[in-house]
C-alpha cells in the first residue's frame, strides 16, 4: 500500500496544512534579501513564507511567479543593483 500523497489538487479548496515549522540561520547575499523582503511585503507575506512557496514551486519544477510579479522582481532588482541570475549561483564566493 502507497502512503499518503500530501499532494494537493488546484480543483479542490485550499484547506490549512499543519506544518512544523523550525528558525534558522540561513547566509544568502544581501541584495538577493533586500529584493526577497521588498517582494513579500509587496505580497503582504513574511519573508519565510515567501520563500517556502518559492522552494516548493521550484520542487515541482515551476516557477512561483506570474508576468506581474516577475516584472515587479526585475524592478526590485534595479531598485537594489542586483545583477545577479541563475547563471551565479554556484560561482559566489564570499567577498573580501
Sequence with gaps: MNAPSNKRSRATPAAPVRVERVQTGLR???????????????????????????????????????????????????VYGLDLDASASHLMVEAD
Design 28 to 78: 544568502i547575499e544581501k541584495r538577493v534579501l533586500k529584493v526577497l523582503k521588498a517582494l513579500a511585503e509587496v505580497h503582504d507575506l513574511s519573508l519565510g513564507d515567501l520563500v517556502e512557496g518559492i522552494v516548493l514551486h521550484a520542487f515541482d519544477g515551476q516557477c512561483a511567479f506570474g508576468a506581474d510579479s516577475l516584472g515587479r522582481i526585475a524592478d526590485l532588482k534595479r
